[in-house]
């Protein structure tokens, strides 16, 4: 199937053809753009963007509490390095 534009004030040459394989091509090339994008505006529109701030703020606040944890004596030096510098 194949379509004729004749459009001369758009982007595309007159009498261009354009075909479904190049639809096909932009899909497949840019599917996981477009998808994102839906679900980037379908998130704003449902407020759920609040949710996953919050969820990435308790999953930040978990790795440094580990690490400090872990790394107690490393930590307590940088902060005593940090503070005497102020």
Known sequence: M???IFQPD???EKGMIITMDGFKNFMTQYS?????GVI???VL??????LFI???????G???????QRNKVDV???LKNFIDRL
């Open 2 to 4: 194949k379509i004729f």
């Open 10 to 12: 758009s982007c595309l």
């Open 32 to 36: 996981g753009a477009i998808i994102g």
């Open 40 to 42: 980037a505006i379908l």
């Open 45 to 50: 529109l449902t407020g759920l963007h609040k």
């Open 54 to 60: 919050a969820i990435v703020v308790i999953f930040i």
């Open 62 to 68: 978990i790795f440094i509490g580990n690490y400090i």
């Open 76 to 78: 307590k030096e940088k």
